[in-house]
């Protein structure tokens, strides 16, 4: 089992920048797939980014493709969202997730393993 603790959340303003950091527990985080998701007020959560064990397949969400950068560090048991050109739309509760399977995170997006979330208020 993986315990996923999410940081960097908070406000910002258009156009602006913000790193979101999950910090994985566990041995084995360099067996995982982990991927990012996001639900804003009153919709449903949805997909924003993944990664495969190694790293070296990333996959990004067209809302965000171009704006986003998802990455690892497995040496240091953490995954990344770099989000830069921030808009409105963006706004919404940041959620890592973590699977052994990358299949099941990328086909199913329905991930074994849950942060509790971090919020991110991007204002106009």
């Known amino acids: 089992q993986v315990q996923l603790v999410e940081s960097g959340g908070g406000l910002v303003q258009a156009g602006g920048s913000l790193r979101l950091s999950c910090a994985a527990s566990g041995r084995t985080f360099s067996t995982y797939a982990m991927g990012w998701f996001r639900q804003a007020p009153g919709k449903e959560r949805e997909f924003v980014a993944d990664i495969m064990p190694s790293g070296g397949v990333t996959t990004y969400a067209d809302s965000v493709k171009g704006r986003f950068t998802i990455s690892r560090d497995n040496a240091k048991n953490t995954v990344y969202l770099q989000m830069n050109s921030l808009k409105p739309e963006d706004t919404a509760v940041y959620y890592c997730?973590?699977?052994?399977?990358?299949?099941?995170?990328?086909?199913?997006?329905?991930?074994?393993?849950w942060g509790q979330g971090t919020q991110v208020t991007v204002s106009s």
């Open positions: 997730a973590a699977d052994t399977s990358w299949q099941r995170m990328h086909y199913s997006k329905s991930p074994i393993y």
